[in-house]
């Protein structure tokens, strides 16, 4: 089983500033990562993801995220932040399987409404 | 250009009537999902479908009925035995296992009055 833990539910940021959203997993077997961002009454949209390889993730709108095994940790970081920023942010973990694909289900983190302040 | 459709993008119903939320996906994707969306909750599953003619219960299965008669389609029923109802809901798909993440449509919002 794998569950994933989304630290803060609201965080506000001046426009410009740099902003941190933490996620935090647990999980008996390798996992892959996944951050996804959902704007009002929208579907979420893929942000990034870690599979394997470089624990650093770079994704789209300048968004990038660090994969840290020891800390079970996979923070998403943006260095400036605009207003159209201003979305809910979700985390998710998938199992890795024997053969080294993912599992069908993804576990999604409750979510953190990031609030850009111009 | 390729995606997921729900459809209505809002709908309205009285307490005790069956609705049904329609999702459509032209990806050539096996794996469908249904989601139940509140606020400060995030996403809990409601039903899942790996291939055409199998689908599974997810956590909050109790009250909501699927199909999957093609590949295409994954309709979710929201039947009068769901208490509560009024929800954002999301489809979503993906080619197989989750190793590329999901294509998700972009909701429809049940309001029961």
């Known amino acids: 089983a794998q569950s994933v833990t989304q630290l803060d539910s609201q965080v506000p940021v001046f426009e410009e500033a740099p902003v941190e959203l933490r996620c935090n997993y647990s999980s008996s077997v390798s996992v892959y990562l996944f951050w996804y961002v959902q704007y009002p009454n929208q579907g979420l949209q893929l942000l990034l993801k870690y599979l394997s390889g470089s624990t650093l993730v770079k994704g789209i709108n300048g968004f990038e995220a660090e994969f840290n095994k020891s800390q079970t940790s996979f923070h998403l970081r943006k260095p400036s932040v605009h207003i159209s920023d201003t979305a809910e942010y979700f985390c998710?973990?998938?199992?890795?399987?024997?053969?080294?694909?993912?599992?069908?289900?993804?576990?999604f983190g409750k979510g953190t409404k990031l609030s850009v302040i111009p | 250009d390729g995606g997921i459709t729900q459809s209505p993008k809002y709908l309205f119903r009285k307490e005790g009537q069956n609705v049904t939320l329609s999702c459509e996906q032209n990806?050539?994707?096996?794996?469908m999902y249904w989601y139940r969306q509140d606020p400060g909750q995030g996403l809990r599953l409601i039903y899942y479908?790996?291939?055409?003619?199998?689908?599974q219960k997810g956590d909050i299965a109790e009250g909501y009925s699927v199909s999957r008669e093609k590949k295409e389609s994954f309709p979710l029923t929201v039947t009068s035995a769901q208490k509560n109802p009024t929800a954002f809901y999301l489809c979503a798909s993906s080619v197989g296992t989750s190793l590329r993440g999901y294509t998700f449509g972009s909701g429809t919002r049940l309001t029961v009055v």
């Open positions: 998710a973990v998938s199992g890795v399987k024997d053969s080294g694909a993912g599992s069908y289900q993804l576990t």
């Open positions: 990806l050539n994707h096996d794996a």
């Open positions: 479908s790996q291939i055409v003619n199998d689908f």
